[in-house]
């Protein structure tokens, strides 16, 4: 048996998220089904974490366990010929003895897109949430800048999160405009459920003026999810990268 | 009564194609659809050409004949809110005396999009055609050159083409490496069935090294479509603008 380590792209509009569930269409249910298909063997994939339906990624990162012999040179080629155009391996390789793809996660990114110009553009309109209102940027990143850090996020996760531990570190929150598109920029050791579609919401709202950056403070200390902005929609995430030692 | 002019963008994937058919989901049957709620009347709209199944479009231009008073600048908001997400509509103007979206024509652009990247990019899986092997985009602009002109385009359309006069003029067929994207862009009076598509596939072949550019004047003065090259996919496939006078 050997561990491979793939780096993969999706485009989660289609998908009832990344993990499998029973009737449901799934980005871990595409790959086991590819890979079963190419090694005949029952394979079960490990991701860095799971994304929620709609989401997208652009290096979620798995690992698997085969007895094949096929040349890791081929793998790639191989696995996109058997997946749908929406799924894409980038990468595969051979995983460092002992990896484990959600375990040994020392950093996460997550970029939100938002399309803000005056009409959406066609080739985003699955991966950008569109506002067509200009976004005050400079408050958006003021905000921002008050997520960063080592903080409990309750606010800023569903009420439906069941993990007893909310305290995670931020590395950066960045705000960036790049022509229409106004991209939020997450990158931490870990994120509860809902935690960035939460940051954007909230954000979003600062840059629209309904909220003052400083109320980042306050939602934060109060640790009630009902103090924070709204979810933003699924089709603006993408999970970026992941990063390891 | 009054008539409207728009500019409009689709998402070509999940659609058979621009004009109505029975029982198919098409462009065409999307927008009127929209209209007939927006307004209560049965409108039918006129397109500036059709697009096949999968083509996108940037600027496609229609237009319709209405009864309704809404306000100009309303027009816009209210239909991409009766839209789908993957048609939007990103101009409503009243159309000058007379207009007719495709009888008035002057030129009108596609542009084929093809990733030449080693491994797809994600955000243009949908809108490009993926050839992973470095093309030649010098040989492939030599050929392009060669089609510049007025010419019996017999060769480069569909044997399934009805029309008798195949002579067309193209304004301009040029192709661009843009990072790892290289982009076909063919501007002319008029297209025949399937004819960027055969322009396209005839030009990968040359970027290939599989044909000398010089091929394509024999390949125009044969008058026969099996001596070009395949058809290339729909998915790579946007009609651009169409210019009026």
Not at 78 to 106: C, M, T, W, Y
Request: hydrophobic residues 40%.
């Amino acid at each position: 048996m050997r561990r491979l380590k793939c780096i993969v792209a999706y485009d989660g509009t289609d998908y009832s998220g990344f993990q499998v569930q029973p009737e449901q269409v799934t980005i871990q249910g595409e790959i086991e089904a590819a890979l079963q298909r190419i090694t005949g063997e029952t394979i079960q994939i490990v991701g860095s974490g799971r994304t929620d339906a709609g989401v997208h990624a652009q290096g979620q990162v798995i690992h698997f366990d085969t007895a094949s012999s096929i040349p890791l040179e081929k793998w790639r080629l191989i696995l996109n010929n058997q997946l749908p155009s929406s799924i894409i391996v980038k990468d595969v390789e051979e995983a460092p003895a002992g990896f484990h793809a959600r375990f040994d996660v020392k950093v996460k990114e997550y970029r939100y897109c938002i399309d803000n110009g005056p009409v959406p553009d066609l080739f985003y309109h699955r991966y950008a949430d569109h506002i067509r209102y200009p976004l005050d940027i400079e408050a958006m990143q003021q905000a921002a800048g008050c997520l960063i850090g080592e903080h409990d996020f309750t606010s800023f996760c569903s009420a439906k999160t069941f993990v007893e531990d909310k305290v995670r570190e931020l590395y950066d929150v960045r705000v960036e405009r790049q022509n229409d598109f106004v991209w939020v920029i997450c990158r931490g050791n870990g994120f509860l459920y809902n935690m960035v579609r939460i940051i954007v919401g909230t954000l979003v709202e600062v840059g629209q003026g309904k909220r003052a950056p400083r109320e980042i403070k306050q939602i934060l200390e109060a640790k009630n999810r009902e103090l924070a902005g709204k979810t933003a929609p699924a089709r603006g995430l993408t999970m970026w990268q992941v990063e390891y030692d």
